[in-house]
């Protein structure tokens, strides 16, 4: 199947309620309207009322009931229409979702799927842009993942589905219909915590995800310098291995992504680097990242983005040290 990241989204869903009626879709409307961008679009005529859910305007009961389902022996896929929108239900997903299996000692689990898209690029509305993976990556107990291909988004979200644990699932939408390549139709899964080496190098090691590979992988071509492109997929938990192994190679590190720069998730994967592979570096590791702003409107997001000439700017940097 040739599929965009939207139509591999629909595509594993649409696999996995055929494979195991435990699965349930639900959230603001995702049945009568198949979802804002169509993700869940001819599920509920395939399914029924019962198993794809219209819900309430309600973040927080959406995830809150995704808990209770999953503790029932369901497993639920709850959508969350923006990822800004998503902070509400920051409580369940910290107090309960995570903390299930730690709170009964391994009795019970909460095997949920939290999916939202995320990111700026799209000239969407206030808290429709932000990139908050670092908040959800910082909760013991809760798995991030974030796809940048459509064979990745298929190949994960069903490792999601099939995990025994909470997962959020951040979807790229800038790219969501950008990005074409053939998806295997079966129920196959890419595993979380497992990075990608989108290109192999020897003389810089060059860190993003989601949405930011694209441009990273255009910047790296653009400069053609021979660098290690690493797609991390999942920000928690985190392939530290993949990380330090290849910067033990190329003593050089970019690390890319559109979320804020304080506190963003480059900070932690600069700390893996530091304290694993510190004494490996041959220059400082820079970060091209979002400005320590809400996402502007409009036109000023294509400054707040880091594109490529800025992206190929930061590596030049790093490789003329």
């Given at each position: 199947m040739n599929a965009t990241i939207i139509e591999a989204?629909?595509?594993?869903?649409?696999?996995e309620m055929e494979r195991d009626d435990r699965v349930m879709v639900f959230g603001e409307d995702?049945?009568?309207?198949?979802?804002?961008?169509?993700?869940?679009?001819?599920?509920?005529?395939?399914?029924g009322a019962d198993r794809v859910v219209d819900t309430p305007l309600s973040e927080i009961a959406i995830v809150g009931g995704a808990v209770g389902l999953a503790l029932y022996g369901l497993r639920?896929?709850?959508?969350?229409?923006?990822?800004?929108?998503?902070?509400?239900?920051?409580?369940?997903l910290v107090t309960h979702a995570s903390r299930i299996r730690w709170r009964t000692r391994g009795e019970w689990s909460a095997p949920l799927v939290v999916r939202t898209p995320y990111g700026a690029g799209v000239r969407a509305l206030e808290h429709h842009s932000e990139s908050l993976e670092g908040a959800y990556g910082h909760v013991p107990g809760l798995k991030v993942v974030v796809p940048s291909t459509p064979h990745d988004t298929k190949g994960l979200l069903n490792a999601a589905m099939h995990d025994p644990d909470p997962v959020v699932f951040l979807e790229p939408k800038h790219i969501y219909r950008s990005?074409?390549?053939?998806?295997?139709?079966?129920?196959?899964?890419?595993?979380?915590?497992?990075?990608?080496?989108r290109r192999v190098g020897e003389d810089?090691?060059?860190?993003?995800w989601g949405a930011m590979m694209e441009p990273t992988l255009e910047a790296v071509a653009e400069l053609g310098v021979d660098a290690d492109v690493i797609d991390l997929r999942t920000i928690s938990p985190l392939d530290r291995?993949?990380?330090?192994?290849?910067?033990?190679?190329?003593?050089?590190?970019?690390?890319?992504?559109?979320?804020?720069r304080s506190g963003g998730w480059g900070g932690e994967i600069i700390a893996t680097i530091n304290d694993e592979a510190l004494m490996y570096l041959e220059a400082?590791?820079?970060?091209?990242?979002?400005?320590?702003?809400?996402?502007?409107?409009?036109?000023?997001?294509?400054?707040?983005?880091?594109?490529?000439?800025?992206?190929?700017?930061g590596i030049e940097r790093v490789l003329e040290y």
């Open positions: 989204i629909n595509d594993s869903l649409t696999t995702v049945a009568e309207n198949g979802g804002v961008f169509r993700a869940t679009e001819g599920l509920k005529e395939r399914f639920p896929v709850a959508e969350i229409q923006f990822s800004g929108f998503l902070p509400p239900a920051f409580d369940q990005v074409r390549e053939e998806i295997p139709d079966d129920d196959y899964e890419v595993p979380i915590g497992e990075a990608a080496v810089v090691t060059v860190i993003s291995t993949s990380i330090v192994d290849s910067v033990k190679k190329t003593g050089r590190a970019v690390v890319v992504h559109e979320a804020a400082p590791i820079e970060r091209i990242t979002g400005f320590d702003v809400p996402v502007p409107l409009l036109s000023m997001e294509d400054y707040y983005l880091p594109h490529p000439p800025r992206i190929a700017a």
